[in-house]
């Protein structure tokens, strides 16, 4: 009984110290400046304001960076699967000498294990000699090359898993290499595929650097560059930071809760077999 008790007290535990920076950047975006300051610090504000709010709204048309970071994510996501799971299915499926099948997908993933800011100046230059440099087809661009190497490594393994009869059987009954791709394999595939596709989105959503070199103004800086603009020269508006934070953290979390479903079959895709 104590050993029972033990563990939810852990898992109470455990929650809580996951929830509580959440909860907290909550509770500071709904003070007042002297409140987020007091001593000692309150945790339920006495007198809760939305003026962090108003301001990133009216004044600084926080939708911008929103719409941005929604339409560059959306367009990664679709880019960056239609390839990857072309390319994954293709190192999974052909059989190439010398072993070649592993060693691309091993130089596929080695892309992703090189930080981000090796990469960045060359790509920074390319996408200015195409005048590409602070919009978001740059973005998008820059996004797809990143997340690619993930995509094309989760959907290969899902496709390893998905027996070759079934493909050539439908061949067999005159379907081409194509439609049974599409009509068998698709179908079969489209719980790893939304799981892919969930976690490219939330990458994308949460990318930082990249949009931070490559979007200079406005017109294509995406949701993290807005939260990061709270940090002024002079001062950091805690209370304008918070709020934005928790913008940025709402669509995420309920995107979450609506597709857990998808992603925990998505992942566990494989894992037993009949």
């Known amino acids: ?120 100046i060359p790509l920074f230059s390319m996408l200015r000699a195409v005048n590409l440099v602070n919009t978001r087809i740059g973005l998008v661009v820059a996004y797809t090359a990143f997340n690619l190497p993930f995509v094309v490594w989760m959907m290969r393994g899902f496709f390893a898993e998905i027996p070759k009869d079934l493909e050539e059987a439908a061949m067999v009954d005159g379907y081409s290499r194509m439609a049974a791709f599409w009509s068998i394999i698709i179908p079969l595939a489209k719980p790893g595929i939304i799981a892919t596709a969930i976690f490219t989105l939330i990458m994308s959503w949460n990318e930082f650097l990249f949009a931070l070199i490559l979007s200079q103004t406005r017109v294509a800086a995406t949701l993290p560059i807005g939260v990061a603009s709270r940090v002024t020269q002079y001062e950091i508006l805690w209370g304008q930071m918070s709020a934005s934070g928790v913008i940025a953290l709402t669509p995420v979390l309920i995107f979450a809760f609506m597709v857990q479903k998808h992603l925990v079959r998505g992942m566990s895709m494989g894992a037993i077999k009949g």
């Open 1 to 120: 009984m104590m050993k029972k008790l033990g563990k939810y007290v852990f898992i109470v535990l455990v929650t809580l110290l996951v929830v509580f920076p959440v909860i907290w950047l909550i509770s500071t975006s709904i003070k007042y400046p002297v409140d987020i300051f007091a001593v000692p610090p309150y945790f339920i504000p006495p007198h809760p304001t939305s003026e962090h709010y108003s301001v990133l709204f009216l004044e600084m048309d926080f939708l911008e960076y929103i719409r941005n970071s929604v339409i560059v994510s959306v367009s990664t996501v679709l880019v960056a699967i239609v390839v990857g799971t072309l390319a994954a299915y293709s190192l999974a499926r052909f059989k190439l000498p010398h072993n070649l099948n592993t060693h691309l997908s091993f130089w596929v993933l080695s892309t992703r294990m090189f930080p981000p800011i090796v990469t960045i």
